[in-house]
């Protein structure tokens, strides 16, 4: 498809969005069912934009709640062995000290029920900021699931 912009003031415009995104984007978002389906699908698109150490912490999350405890070290070992690469972009300070501190000794440990609630609560202010509550389902993370 085509880039374009879209005026929402004009029928003719949005019912051709709806329709791309009928065709375009839903079928590819359906297709998305577990963790592990999204980590395929998306992963390789975002999972390295080091711009923003939010969206890398999200990743770092989405490898908790999968279980990925190798990966999780990895992220924890590159903000321990490089701060100067993370400090000063976007997210950093706030997730940092507020959430990702308070994890990584949880991570060491490889603390599930711990690093689950973390999750679970932030899920929940996700779910709450985005209006979702209505819609939304609880499941158990992967991590919550294995032994």
């Known amino acids: 498809a085509e880039e374009r912009l879209w005026n929402m ?21 359906r297709s998305i069912v577990t963790l592990d389906d999204f ?6 698109v975002s999972r390295h934009a080091e711009r923003y150490f939010a969206l890398a912490f999200e990743w770092f999350c989405v490898d908790l709640a999968r279980g990925d405890f190798e990966a999780a070290d ?15 972009r976007l997210g950093f300070e706030d997730l940092y000290l507020s959430i990702f501190l308070p994890l990584a000794p949880l ?20 779910v709450r900021h985005l ?12 991590l919550e699931l294995q032994g």
Do not use: C, N
């Open 9 to 29: 003031q004009d029928p003719d415009s949005v019912a051709e969005f709806k329709a791309e995104l009928a065709r375009d984007v839903l079928p590819m978002l």
């Open 39 to 44: 980590v395929a699908r998306l992963g390789p």
């Open 107 to 126: 991570v060491a440990a490889r603390d599930r029920p711990a690093i689950a609630a973390i999750l679970r609560r932030l899920e929940g202010y996700s």
């Open 74 to 88: 990895a992220f924890i070992a590159d903000i321990r062995a490089h701060p100067e690469k993370w400090r000063g």
């Open 131 to 142: 209006g979702l509550e209505k819609v939304w389902q609880h499941e158990p993370f992967p």
